[in-house]
């Protein structure tokens, strides 16, 4: 598999900004502000982290013609980078103002408007046996 692409992120830079604004006093701004910056940046270790982990599950799970799930995608990058790779692939999120993010990034990557899913805990929208792989990365530490 080839190094991950860049995402098209300005609406969504924007909107993160304004997001993490609230919390811009408090000792935890620059931690998530600039985890969320390094998730787009090239020059960033969260690329090269990607690149691992969409390799591993390519190759251990094969995930070609494999509908995957990323339950508590958050603003939606690993998804939408799957999605880019040619994989079909959900993200599923609980937090509204994360959705909402999730949402301009796949616009601005000219995904599918179903790719990101808003669910309170209840039902998945998919048939039963549909789903061939869920994926769930940090997310246990929010629960």
């Known amino acids: 598999m080839s190094e991950i692409c860049r995402l098209e992120a300005g609406k969504f830079l924007e909107k ?17 502000i600039k985890d969320h910056l ?3 940046s090239s ?3 969260y690329p090269n982290w990607l690149t691992k982990l969409l390799n591993y599950l390519s190759c ?15 603003t939606g990058e ?11 692939a959900h993200g599923v999120e ?17 995904l599918l408007e179903d790719t ?3 669910n309170s805990g209840k039902k998945l929208p998919f048939g039963d046996k549909s789903v ?8 246990l530490e929010h629960i």
């Open 16 to 32: 993160l900004n304004e997001y993490f604004e609230r919390g811009k006093n408090s000792f935890l701004y620059d931690i998530c």
């Open 38 to 40: 390094d998730k787009l």
């Open 43 to 45: 020059e960033s270790g």
């Open 60 to 74: 251990e799970y094969n995930l070609t013609g494999k509908m995957v799930v990323d339950v508590g995608c958050g």
């Open 78 to 88: 690993l998804t939408i980078w799957m999605n880019k790779l040619g994989y079909s």
């Open 94 to 110: 609980i937090q509204p103002e994360l959705f909402n993010l999730s949402k301009i990034l796949e616009i601005e990557n000219g």
């Open 116 to 118: 990101f899913i808003f």
């Open 132 to 139: 061939d792989i869920i994926t769930m990365f940090s997310v």
